[in-house]
């Protein structure tokens, strides 16, 4: 099975900078990788599938890159809204697998 | 406009068995292409998919859980079954469903339901 690995664990951020997650996939998965945000007491939300095509409905301040096995969300203006925690995930291989999250938080 | 909608037991107890529905709208089981899936995550850590049913009946499982699961679906119905045997405190989470499109990622996702396991 395919590990996904997020660094760092958590990221603090002030209002209006720019954040960057990483998420690192044991071998290649192509660029079937996605992105979700999770908000405390909330199911997880898509933001980037095929890793780097916005959902509908998504800021374009969120951009996805990479492909293989190193990925980046960028997040580039932080907003209040944007305080969550994001999870990656791989569907190249059957079963599927996701990162252990990332939080960011208020700095 | 696509829903999906969990229910289940909100405890039980070790060693029961658990069964969940999801029910939902907006999409059919029966479109090639389209997959039902179930995810989980257990309080303040990260989500473990755990089956996935498609549209020709097709059913995937989590390796380490696979013994344990039981996917199924009711296409007149518009619902998605799970079941899993055995119960221990450690299966305490959040279920979530969640529909995909051709073995993909994951685009609409019910509210999840908390299911504890406690004697």
Redesign the interface.
């Known amino acids: 099975?395919i590990v996904m690995t997020q660094s760092p664990a958590t990221l603090s951020v002030s209002p209006g900078e720019r954040a960057t997650l990483s998420c690192r996939a044991s071998q290649s998965v192509s660029s079937?990788l996605?992105w979700?945000q999770q908000k405390p007491g909330?199911?997880?939300?898509?933001l980037i599938?095929g890793a780097s095509t916005r959902?509908t409905g998504i800021p374009a301040r969120f951009s996805g890159s990479g492909s293989g096995t190193e990925f980046t969300l960028t997040i580039s203006s932080l907003q209040s809204e944007d305080f969550a925690v994001y999870?990656c995930?791989q569907?190249n291989n059957?079963?599927?697998?996701?990162?252990?999250?990332t939080k960011v938080e208020i700095k | 406009q696509v829903t999906l909608r969990e229910s289940g037991p909100a405890l039980v107890k070790p060693t029961q068995t658990l069964t969940l529905t999801c029910t939902f709208s907006g999409f059919s089981l029966s479109t090639s292409g389209m997959c039902v899936s179930w995810i989980r995550q257990p309080p303040g850590k990260a989500l473990e998919w755990l089956a996935l049913i498609d549209w020709d009946d097709d059913k995937y499982y989590s390796t380490s859980l696979k013994t344990r699961l039981t996917i199924s679906k009711d296409t007149s119905k518009n619902q998605v079954v799970l079941t899993m045997t055995n119960m221990d405190p450690v299966d305490t989470a959040t279920y979530y469903c969640a529909r995909t499109l051709a073995y993909k990622h994951f685009d609409y996702w019910g509210q999840g339901t908390l299911v504890t396991v406690s004697s």
């Open positions: 099975e079937n996605a979700y909330q199911a997880p939300r898509l599938y959902a999870y995930q569907y059957w079963p599927v697998g996701f990162g252990q999250g």
